[in-house]
T-cell receptor, first 115, second 110 residues
Framework: GAGVSQSPSNKVTEKGKDVELRCDPI?????LYWYRQSLGQGLEFLIY????????KSGLPSDRFSAERTGGSVSTLTIQRTQQEDSAVYLC?????????????FGPGTRLTVT | QKEVEQNSGPLSVPEGAIASLNCTYS??????FFWYRQYSGKSPELIMF????GDKEDGRFTAQLNKASQYVSLLIRDSQPSDSATYLC??????????FGRGTSLIVHP
C-alpha cells in the first residue's frame, strides 16, 4: 500500500513569507507526528496528533508555527513569517492506533530553504 | 530538559567487523528505546526497539539496555558496506513523544 507522502518535496521561500507543508499519512493510521531536522542535527519533535484528541504542541518552537489535521487524515504544517533559521527538512510520520514510535513510518520530507 | 547523547562519529569499521553504537540519556523515567537508521538524503527507518534491561537480538542487530547506567547500545555484527548510514537513538518516557539524539555516522569500508 501507499506510504506516507509529503508535499512539496522542496520549497524555497523568501524570509517573511508564509509556507504550508502537507502530509498524507498511511490510510487508517490515527497517530501523526511532525518533526524537523536541521543540517547535522537529530530529529526535533514539533507536534503530535492522535485521533480526535487535542494535539500535543509542546515541540512547536514559536507561535509562528501551527498545524492542523483535518478529518483525522491529512495534516498541514504552517510556518508564518519564515526566518532563515526555519530552513530544515520537515518530516511527517504516522503510526497505527496507540503504537506510537514503535510503528512509526516516515514520509520523504519537505526540504525548506528560507532565503 | 530530556537529553539523548550520541557520539557524532564517524565510526569507521572494516567489513565483517562488529560495529558498536552508543547512546546515553538523561531522564531516569525513560521507558522505551529505539534505534533508527538514516541513509544520506533519506528518511529514518526503525531498526529495533527495546523496553527491558538486557539484550534483544534481531538478525545481525543487537540492542543492549542498561537502565541503571542510562545507557543503550546497538551492535551490528558482520558489518556490511550497506550498513553505512547515520544511526539515531530515540527515547520515550510515559508519553508518545520521542527525544532523539543527533545520530552517529557509521562507515563500513570494504
Amino acid at each position: 500500500g501507499a506510504g506516507v507522502s509529503q508535499s512539496p518535496s522542496n520549497k524555497v521561500t523568501e524570509k517573511g513569507k508564509d509556507v504550508e507543508l502537507r502530509c498524507d499519512p498511511i490510510s487508517g493510521h490515527t497517530a501523526l507526528y511532525w518533526y524537523r531536522q536541521s543540517l547535522g542535527q537529530g530529529l526535533e519533535f514539533l507536534i503530535y496528533f492522535q485521533g480526535n484528541s487535542a494535539p500535543d504542541k509542546s515541540g512547536l518552537p514559536s507561535d509562528r508555527f501551527s498545524a492542523e489535521r483535518t478529518g483525522g487524515s491529512v495534516s498541514t504544517l504552517t510556518i508564518q513569517r519564515t526566518q532563515q533559521e526555519d530552513s530544515a527538512v520537515y518530516l511527517c510520520a504516522s503510526s497505527p492506533g496507540t503504537s506510537g514510535v514503535r510503528e512509526q513510518y516516515f514520509g520523504p520530507g519537505t526540504r525548506l530553504t528560507v532565503t | 530538559q530530556k537529553e539523548v547523547e550520541q557520539n557524532s562519529g564517524p565510526l569507521s569499521v572494516p567489513e565483517g567487523a562488529i560495529a558498536s553504537l552508543n547512546c546515553t540519556y538523561s531522564d531516569r523515567g525513560s521507558q522505551s528505546f529505539f534505534w533508527y537508521r538514516q541513509y544520506s538524503g533519506k528518511s529514518p527507518e526503525l531498526i529495533m526497539f527495546i523496553y527491558s534491561n538486557g539484550d534483544k537480538e534481531d538478525g545481525r542487530f543487537t540492542a543492549q539496555l542498561n537502565k541503571a547506567s542510562q545507557y543503550v547500545s546497538l551492535l551490528i555484527r558482520d558489518s556490511q558496506p550497506s550498513d553505512s548510514a547515520t544511526y539515531l537513538c530515540a527515547v520515550t518516557g510515559g508519553s508518545y513523544i520521542p527525544t532523539f539524539g543527533r545520530g552517529t555516522s557509521l562507515i563500513v569500508h570494504p
